[in-house]
């Protein structure tokens, strides 16, 4: 079974700075997808990025980018020009994308970070 | 565009009682999952479906049951809530296949048992 493990319970930033949000999984597949969720305090999960195992390329989607390291398992967020609106919960997550495709989409989670963002 | 849509937002339960959470998506997704939400532990699933008649056990399944009787709505039960049932539930549904499809998720569910 795959394990997804987030090492920082929280996080601060000062706004318009740049922090970095950790997360490393373990899996014996090559065939995946990961994911981070953001998760404001209106309770909503908030896709943020995704990233194909099979690029090497990183993903990126405006401020936010990830850094992929696939053979180290290491998969982490960061957030550029920190706004307030960032401030929440964010969840990295995992799932397999088996050739038979018995994984069904089913996602793995971290256990989440929450981040705090300072005037 | 409703997308993914829980009922009830909030819920008290004593411990026995029993209750149902409806699930509904206007996507025509053929997947849909039950999460439960607990501080530190991250979502873990509970169930999930892979098309209308269809469930199958996630992470937690202990204490729930399931039921997808229309494409649309996915249902999780309580028969006797316990307070350790107490927690924050997401539904989730997704498109079948290989593919980057993402999930889309409800709102929650906040369930309290006393």
């Known amino acids: 079974a795959q394990t997804v493990t987030q090492s920082q319970p929280e996080m601060s930033v000062q706004e318009a700075e740049t922090v970095t949000l950790s997360c490393t999984y373990d899996t014996s597949e090559s065939d995946y997808y990961l994911f981070w969720y953001k998760q404001p305090p209106s309770r909503q999960m908030i896709l943020v990025i995704r990233?194909?195992?099979?690029?090497?390329q990183n993903a990126t989607e405006n401020r936010f980018s990830v850094n992929f390291q696939k053979a180290a398992k290491s998969f982490s967020l960061k957030i550029s020009d920190s706004q307030l609106g960032d401030a929440a919960m964010y969840f990295c997550a995992y799932r397999s994308e088996d050739a038979g495709g018995t994984s069904y989409g089913k996602l793995t989670f971290g256990q989440g970070t929450i981040l705090t963002v300072h005037p | 565009n409703a997308g993914v849509t829980q009922t009830p937002k909030f819920r008290v339960l004593k411990t026995g009682q029993s209750m149902t959470l409806l699930c509904a998506q206007d996507m025509n997704h053929e997947y849909m999952y039950w999460y439960r939400q607990d501080p530190g532990m991250g979502l873990r699933l509970i169930h999930y479906?892979?098309?209308?008649?269809?469930?199958a056990k996630g992470e937690v399944p202990d204490g729930y049951n399931v039921s997808r009787l229309k494409k649309q709505n996915f249902l999780l039960g309580l028969e006797s809530a316990a307070p350790s049932q107490t927690s924050v539930y997401f539904c989730?549904?997704?498109?079948?296949?290989?593919?980057?499809?993402?999930?889309?998720f409800g709102a929650g569910t906040r369930l309290s048992v006393l």
């Open positions: 990233q194909e195992a099979y690029k090497q």
């Open positions: 479906s892979v098309g209308e008649g269809t469930t």
């Open positions: 989730a549904s997704t498109e079948a296949g290989r593919a980057k499809n993402i999930q889309y």
